[in-house]
Protein backbone atom coordinates (compact mmCIF):
# COMPACT_ATOMS: atom_id res chain seq x y z
CA UNK A 1 0.00 0.00 0.00
CA UNK A 2 1.72 3.49 -1.00
CA UNK A 3 1.69 6.17 1.57
CA UNK A 4 -0.39 9.66 1.15
CA UNK A 5 2.98 11.43 -0.11
CA UNK A 6 4.86 8.44 -1.72
CA UNK A 7 5.07 10.69 -4.37
CA UNK A 8 7.45 13.13 -2.27
CA UNK A 9 9.07 10.57 -0.98
CA UNK A 10 10.12 8.81 -3.87
CA UNK A 11 11.60 12.23 -5.59
CA UNK A 12 13.41 12.71 -2.12
CA UNK A 13 15.11 9.23 -1.77
CA UNK A 14 16.15 9.69 -5.60
CA UNK A 15 17.22 13.01 -4.80
CA UNK A 16 19.35 11.46 -1.58
CA UNK A 17 21.01 8.58 -3.21
CA UNK A 18 21.53 10.03 -6.48
CA UNK A 19 25.13 10.71 -6.22
CA UNK A 20 25.92 7.63 -4.00
CA UNK A 21 28.65 4.90 -5.40
CA UNK A 22 27.53 1.77 -6.30
CA UNK A 23 28.48 -1.06 -3.34
CA UNK A 24 27.28 -4.54 -3.02
CA UNK A 25 25.31 -5.08 0.45
CA UNK A 26 24.86 -1.32 1.04
CA UNK A 27 23.77 0.71 -2.15
CA UNK A 28 22.99 -2.00 -5.15
CA UNK A 29 20.19 -1.98 -7.53
CA UNK A 30 18.49 -4.28 -5.55
CA UNK A 31 18.74 -2.33 -2.29
CA UNK A 32 18.51 0.92 -4.47
CA UNK A 33 15.27 -0.75 -5.97
CA UNK A 34 14.06 -1.79 -2.35
CA UNK A 35 14.83 1.59 -0.85
CA UNK A 36 12.06 3.05 -2.86
CA UNK A 37 9.84 0.86 -2.07
CA UNK A 38 10.51 1.73 1.06
CA UNK A 39 10.32 5.61 0.61
CA UNK A 40 6.79 4.65 -0.98
CA UNK A 41 5.18 1.86 1.42
CA UNK A 42 7.00 2.51 4.78
CA UNK A 43 8.51 -0.75 4.59
CA UNK A 44 11.73 -2.20 3.63
CA UNK A 45 11.75 -5.41 1.65
CA UNK A 46 15.31 -6.40 1.75
CA UNK A 47 15.83 -5.01 5.43
CA UNK A 48 17.21 -8.73 6.68
CA UNK A 49 19.87 -8.63 3.54
CA UNK A 50 21.33 -5.11 3.72
CA UNK A 51 24.89 -5.24 5.39
CA UNK A 52 25.42 -9.24 4.81
CA UNK A 53 27.27 -9.46 1.49
CA UNK A 54 29.91 -7.23 -0.24
CA UNK A 55 30.16 -8.85 -3.29
CA UNK A 56 27.29 -9.85 -6.07
CA UNK A 57 27.93 -13.75 -5.77
CA UNK A 58 26.95 -13.18 -1.70
CA UNK A 59 24.06 -11.23 -2.65
CA UNK A 60 22.93 -14.62 -4.25
CA UNK A 61 24.22 -16.80 -1.55
CA UNK A 62 22.12 -14.57 0.89
CA UNK A 63 18.90 -14.87 -1.24
CA UNK A 64 19.75 -18.87 -2.06
CA UNK A 65 18.91 -19.21 1.62
CA UNK A 66 16.05 -17.32 1.61
CA UNK A 67 14.33 -19.86 -1.32
CA UNK A 68 15.18 -17.11 -4.49
CA UNK A 69 17.35 -18.06 -7.19
CA UNK A 70 17.76 -14.52 -7.73
CA UNK A 71 16.64 -10.64 -6.71
CA UNK A 72 14.27 -10.79 -9.68
CA UNK A 73 12.89 -13.80 -8.13
CA UNK A 74 12.73 -12.15 -4.94
CA UNK A 75 10.80 -9.20 -6.24
CA UNK A 76 8.55 -11.52 -8.29
CA UNK A 77 7.73 -12.97 -4.84
CA UNK A 78 6.75 -9.44 -3.47
CA UNK A 79 4.54 -7.86 -5.92
CA UNK A 80 2.42 -8.24 -9.10
CA UNK A 81 3.59 -8.93 -12.42
CA UNK A 82 3.30 -6.04 -14.69
CA UNK A 83 4.20 -5.60 -18.29
CA UNK A 84 6.50 -2.98 -18.78
CA UNK A 85 4.35 -0.78 -20.72
CA UNK A 86 1.77 -0.35 -17.92
CA UNK A 87 4.96 0.35 -15.14
CA UNK A 88 4.32 3.55 -13.58
CA UNK A 89 5.63 5.72 -11.49
CA UNK A 90 7.55 3.88 -8.66
CA UNK A 91 7.48 0.68 -9.95
CA UNK A 92 10.24 -1.69 -9.50
CA UNK A 93 11.04 -2.60 -13.43
CA UNK A 94 14.01 -5.79 -14.03
CA UNK A 95 16.29 -5.48 -16.55
CA UNK A 96 18.18 -8.29 -18.93
CA UNK A 97 21.89 -7.69 -18.82
CA UNK A 98 22.77 -11.25 -20.54
CA UNK A 99 23.88 -14.08 -19.54
CA UNK A 100 20.99 -14.55 -17.32
CA UNK A 101 22.57 -11.27 -15.25
CA UNK A 102 19.66 -8.89 -14.23
CA UNK A 103 19.41 -5.29 -12.43
CA UNK A 104 16.39 -4.29 -10.51
CA UNK A 105 15.62 -0.38 -11.24
CA UNK A 106 12.61 2.18 -10.69
CA UNK A 107 10.55 3.30 -12.93
CA UNK A 108 10.14 7.39 -13.24
CA UNK A 109 7.92 7.23 -16.37
CA UNK A 110 9.29 6.33 -19.79
CA UNK A 111 12.40 5.76 -18.34
CA UNK A 112 14.27 3.29 -15.24
CA UNK A 113 16.67 4.50 -12.96
CA UNK A 114 19.14 2.33 -12.62
CA UNK A 115 22.63 1.28 -10.43
CA UNK A 116 25.83 0.32 -12.32
CA UNK A 117 29.14 -0.30 -10.73
CA UNK A 118 30.74 1.19 -13.54
CA UNK A 119 29.08 4.30 -13.15
CA UNK A 120 29.17 6.69 -10.20
CA UNK A 121 25.90 7.62 -9.25
CA UNK A 122 22.73 6.78 -11.78
CA UNK A 123 21.78 6.43 -14.98
CA UNK A 124 18.87 6.09 -16.46
CA UNK A 125 17.32 3.31 -19.35
CA UNK A 126 14.68 3.42 -21.63
CA UNK A 127 11.39 1.73 -19.74
CA UNK A 128 10.68 -0.74 -22.80
CA UNK A 129 14.17 -1.96 -22.22
CA UNK A 130 12.90 -3.45 -18.99
CA UNK A 131 11.97 -7.75 -19.24
CA UNK A 132 10.18 -7.40 -16.25
CA UNK A 133 8.10 -4.80 -14.33
CA UNK A 134 6.43 -5.40 -10.75
CA UNK A 135 3.74 -2.93 -9.30
CA UNK A 136 4.74 -1.22 -6.01
Known amino acids: MRLPDWHS ?3 DYIDAVRQTPFAYGSHDCAL ?3 GAVEAITGVDPSLELRGKYKTLMGGLRQLKKLGFADHGEFAASLFEEVHPSHAQIGDIASIDLGGGAIALGVVQGSRIFVLRPDVQGMATV ?10 V
Do not use: E, H, Q, V
Not at 126 to 135: G, H, M, Y
Open 32 to 34: FAA
Open 9 to 11: RLS
Open 126 to 135: DLLTASKAFR
